[in-house]
């Protein structure tokens, strides 16, 4: 069995190649302080060239939410057969990020919730899966 | 140089689903209603703007009204081709240039959600292949933060989706004609919570054409000018919250709706206040609630209270989406801003039946929002 991390976009992370936990790679302006992810080269506030790129908190706040229930057209590429998923801006402090969720029912979602970075499969190519970023809830300590 | 432009004859193909009719004979057919209305032929037309989004080029429309050697200018700008065309044609009239224009839109798109590339934003694919390029799940998450925020209830989401069937009830040009209750819409589907199938618009199908006459000629067309007085286009600014966004900032600093709207008025030299009748973009039920206040035509907070009052339909004291908004008609890219204007017009000539707002409104209102932060805005009057 193939031990290689496949990801959705290597770029979305600092290190695609680790097997434990993973970081987002952001961009960060070294002349405003803007925050962007995915990397980009531009500073969209004020236009500088020069982002760093920078590893993103792994932990944060749920600032929106939603749930998709229903199958996107393609590009989207699920695991079959679909389930609704949750999606929602985190708030990590100097941007908020875009993310799947791990949990598909609102009920069990709030704005301001305590999220942790995880990893999911994004989809299955041929039989290797292709993983990308989600946010889950925090666990509450016992 | 002149002053002040004037929309002297509208025409409309009726939106939804009209099966064998091509997007191009849709816009056809509103340029031959809007030269009728203006009581000018083809040749008369010195200059036109037209657009579609996936209807075809607007400019082979020359080949079914004639081919006059008359200027015709292609816009495709998304969400925002009605109001960019109408906003050239205005420049081109203001400068002198032209006494007599057009402006024509159409489209007639696929069943179902809009279908966008990621790599055409910029994005790459992963954002597509996650899941995440989806317009309905912005304004979701945008309307579920200012439902919070400002505490409105699903009870306003319906109520307005209710108001947007009941008025395309009563406009013979509507794709959704027939009423539906607040329970109906409340009970339908699930989309994106928190929001229902009943309250979000279709990609669908129309055209409309509008005929623009410089001020000082318009009284040769028609004795009911009404006047454009403000049309005025923005772009996203750092810290707005925007559809396909894979990342925002923590604080919403701005919003092209705000800048657009703020600087019609402004252009226009009168405030929201002043407005009779206001046509703004209803994506779905929870962006006339937020667009309502982003445009100034009332404080953040004030929507549910109005809404659940009455106050937004015709006979209100600020009526919002007459013709039933695109929840009613559907969106057709590239003829969805000029149908606020038509019906805009409709209602400052007291034409527009059923849903007329009473009282001889004076002043209008148009709003469009789309991808990918964009917002086109006019001031109308008679």
């Known amino acids: 069995m193939s031990t290689t991390i496949r990801w959705v976009d290597p770029a979305l992370v600092i290190d695609p190649a680790a097997g434990g936990p993973v970081e987002l790679a952001g961009a960060r302006c070294p002349v405003c302080a803007t925050t962007a992810f995915p990397?980009?080269?531009?500073?969209?506030?004020?236009?500088?060239?020069?982002?760093?790129?920078?590893?993103?908190?792994?932990?944060?706040?749920?600032?929106?939410?939603?749930?998709?229930?229903?199958?996107?057209?393609?590009?989207?590429?699920?695991?079959?057969?679909?389930?609704?998923?949750?999606?929602?801006?985190?708030?990590?402090?100097?941007?908020?990020?875009?993310?799947?969720?791990?949990?598909?029912?609102?009920?069990?979602?709030?704005?301001?919730?305590?999220?942790?970075?995880?990893?999911i499969t994004a989809f299955v190519d041929g039989d290797e899966p292709v993983l990308t970023f989600a946010f889950a809830p925090q666990e509450v300590a016992a | 140089m002149s002053t002040d432009v004037a929309i002297v004859g509208i025409g409309i193909h009726p939106f939804g689903r009209t099966e064998g009719v091509s997007g191009r004979a849709q816009g056809a057919h509103a340029a031959r209603q809007a030269l009728g209305d203006a009581g000018v032929q083809w040749s008369d037309i010195q200059f036109t703007y037209g657009g579609s989004h996936s209807a075809g080029d607007a400019d082979s429309l020359v080949s079914d009204l004639g081919l006059t050697g008359a200027p015709f200018i292609n816009v495709h700008n998304g969400c925002?081709?009605?109001?960019?065309?109408?906003?050239?044609?205005?420049?081109?009239?203001?400068?002198?240039?032209?006494?007599?224009?057009?402006?024509?839109?159409?489209?007639?798109?696929?069943?179902?959600?809009?279908?966008?590339?990621?790599?055409?934003?910029?994005?790459?694919?992963?954002?597509?292949?996650?899941?995440m390029m989806v317009t309905t799940q912005f304004f979701a998450q945008k309307i579920g933060r200012y439902m919070e925020q400002y505490g409105i209830g699903e009870e306003t989401l319906a109520a307005v989706a209710e108001k947007s069937f009941s008025l395309g009830a009563a406009n013979p040009n509507a794709w959704r004609r027939s009423p539906k209750t607040r329970q109906e819409i409340l009970d339908?589907?699930?989309?994106?919570?928190?929001?229902?199938?009943?309250?979000?618009?279709?990609?669908?199908?129309?055209?409309?054409?509008?005929?623009?006459?410089?001020?000082?000629?318009?009284?040769?067309?028609?004795a009911n000018p009404i006047y454009l007085r403000s049309a005025e286009f923005r772009s996203r600014r750092f810290g707005s919250f925007e559809v396909f966004s894979p990342w925002t900032t923590p604080e919403i600093l701005s919003g092209p709706t705000g800048d657009a709207s703020a600087a019609a008025f402004t252009s226009a030299g009168i405030g929201p206040e002043d407005i009779d009748v206001a046509q703004i973009q209803d994506t779905e039920s929870g962006a006339e609630i937020m667009h309502m206040a982003e445009t100034g035509l009332c404080a953040h907070g004030e929507q549910e209270k109005l809404i659940l009052t009455g106050e937004t339909r015709p006979d209100g004291s600020l009526p919002v989406n007459t013709d039933g908004g695109?929840?009613?008609?559907?969106?057709?890219?590239?003829?969805?801003?000029?149908?606020?204007?038509?019906?805009?017009?409709?209602?400052?000539?007291?034409?527009?039946?059923?849903?007329?707002?009473?009282g001889n409104p004076k002043t209008g209102f148009t709003h469009v929002y789309g991808a990918p932060g964009i917002s086109a805005c006019t001031v109308l009057s008679r």
């Open chain 1, 39 to 119: 990397f980009q080269g531009g500073c969209p506030r004020c236009g500088g060239e020069a982002m760093e790129r920078v590893a993103l908190p792994t932990t944060g706040s749920l600032w929106s939410y939603t749930v998709q229930n229903f199958e996107p057209k393609p590009p989207y590429r699920g695991v079959e057969p679909f389930e609704p998923y949750g999606v929602g801006y985190v708030d990590l402090g100097d941007v908020c990020v875009e993310s799947r969720l791990t949990v598909n029912d609102p009920a069990a979602l709030s704005l301001g919730m305590a999220m942790r970075l995880v990893t």
């Open chain 2, 188 to 222: 339908a589907p699930m989309v994106n919570h928190p929001l229902t199938q009943y309250m979000f618009c279709s990609p669908g199908e129309g055209g409309v054409a509008l005929v623009l006459a410089r001020g000082e000629v318009a009284h040769r067309y028609t």
């Open chain 2, 80 to 131: 925002g081709t009605g109001g960019s065309a109408l906003i050239s044609a205005r420049s081109a009239l203001l400068s002198g240039q032209y006494d007599l224009g057009m402006v024509v839109g159409f489209d007639k798109h696929p069943r179902g959600a809009f279908a966008t590339k990621p790599s055409s934003l910029g994005i790459g694919d992963w954002y597509g292949e996650t899941g």
């Open chain 2, 326 to 358: 695109v929840i009613a008609n559907g969106e057709p890219i590239g003829a969805t801003g000029l149908r606020q204007v038509f019906e805009s017009v409709l209602q400052l000539r007291g034409d527009a039946g059923d849903r007329q707002v009473p």
